[in-house]
C-alpha cells in the first residue's frame, strides 16, 4: 500500500501497529464516550481499513462509527472487524447508512452486520428523494417499521440530519416532521454542522425532543469556512450543547467529524480534532 499523504508511513504504522498496547492504557472518559465518524479519515479507510482503524484507536478515540461502504462486508469481514474492535478496546455503537439498509429487503443484511460488530443503532443518513411532506411522512413511516423490527432484537433505527431538513417544506421543517412522526424507538442524531449551517438552533432541537438525541456528529461550521474548520475552530455553542445534550438530550457517545480539506491531512484532522475535545472536555 502505498500511502499518499503528509502524515508519513513511520507515523501511520506507529499509531496503528501501537494500538493494541496504547489503548488498554487510556483512562475511563469522565464524559460520554467520544468516537470519530470514520468518513472523517476515508481515505486512508478505503486503502487500509484495518491499519486505519488501529490508528484511529491508538489517538485514543474510543468508538468508531462506520459509514455505508462497510453494508458491502462479507460475514467474515465483519467477524474480523468485531475481532480487531474487541482486541483494541474500541466499540462501534452504531452505523451511517443510505435508505437500503432500513429497507424490508435490506434490513436483515444491516442486522446480520450490525449485530455482529456490535453496533446497536442502524441510522439512516440519507433517505433518498423525497418529495413533499408526505414525503417525509412516508419516511418517518419507513423508520418506524425499521425500529418495530429492531427492537425484540436488541437494535434501534435511527435518523441523521443535513442541510435540507432544516429547510422549510410546505411550511414545516422536515426534521419537525420526522421528530413528530417517529416513536421513541427512532433515536434523532444531531448533525450539529449542517444544523448551524442552515441557521437552525441546536440547542433548541435537543431540548425540544427529549431523550431522543442519543448521539451527536461534532462538525463544526464558521462562515466563509464552512466545513473545512475542525472541532472546537467553528462557530457551534458547544459548552450549550453538551449540557443539553447530557441533561435533556439523553445523549450516550458522541462522534467527531471532519469532512472537509485535503484528502492528506484527514488523519492529522482526525488528532487535532481530539486534542480539542480534550481541551474543552477536561
Not at 418517518?140 to 434501534?156: F, Q, T, W, Y
Not at 410546505?170 to 448533525?191: E, F, I, W
Request: proline residues 5%.
Amino acid at each position: 500500500m502505498t500511502l499518499d499523504t503528509s502524515i508519513s508511513r513511520r507515523r501511520f504504522l506507529a499509531l496503528a501497529g501501537a494500538a493494541p498496547f496504547a489503548i488498554r492504557g487510556i483512562a475511563a472518559s469522565p464524559t460520554k464516550p467520544v468516537g470519530l465518524e470514520l468518513y472523517s479519515v476515508r481515505g486512508f479507510l478505503e486503502k487500509d481499513l484495518m491499519g486505519t482503524v488501529r490508528a484511529v484507536a491508538k489517538m485514543g478515540y474510543e468508538v468508531v462509527e462506520f459509514y455505508s461502504p462497510y453494508y458491502a462486508w462479507t460475514p467474515q469481514q465483519a467477524t474480523d472487524v468485531r475481532k480487531l474492535l474487541d482486541d483494541l478496546g474500541v466499540r462501534c455503537l452504531s452505523t451511517h447508512n443510505d435508505s437500503k439498509a432500513l429497507a424490508p429487503d435490506g434490513i436483515q443484511k444491516a442486522i446480520d452486520l450490525n449485530k455482529t460488530i456490535g453496533s446497536k443503532y442502524i441510522v439512516m443518513a440519507s433517505p433518498g428523494s423525497v418529495s413533499g411532506l408526505d414525503g417525509w411522512k412516508a419516511v418517518a413511516d419507513r423508520l418506524n417499521n425499521a425500529a418495530d423490527r429492531l427492537a425484540p432484537l436488541g437494535l434501534s433505527a435511527g435518523y441523521h440530519n443535513h442541510g435540507p431538513e432544516w429547510q422549510q417544506v410546505g411550511g414545516k421543517r422536515p426534521m419537525d416532521v420526522l421528530a413528530s412522526a417517529t416513536t421513541k424507538n427512532v433515536a434523532l442524531q444531531l448533525d450539529v454542522g449542517t444544523c448551524v449551517a442552515a441557521g437552525a438552533d441546536p440547542v433548541a432541537w435537543i431540548n425540544a425532543n427529549p431523550g431522543r438525541i442519543r448521539s451527536m456528529h461534532c462538525k463544526d461550521w464558521a462562515p466563509g469556512k464552512e466545513y473545512a474548520v475542525n472541532f472546537g475552530e467553528g462557530t457551534a455553542p458547544w459548552k450549550e450543547l453538551f449540557a443539553s445534550a447530557e441533561s435533556t438530550g439523553g445523549i450516550e457517545y458522541y462522534l467527531i467529524e471532519q469532512e472537509a480539506g485535503p484528502a492528506e491531512e484527514q488523519m492529522k484532522r482526525a488528532e487535532q480534532c481530539l486534542a480539542n475535545w480534550r481541551k474543552m472536555r477536561t
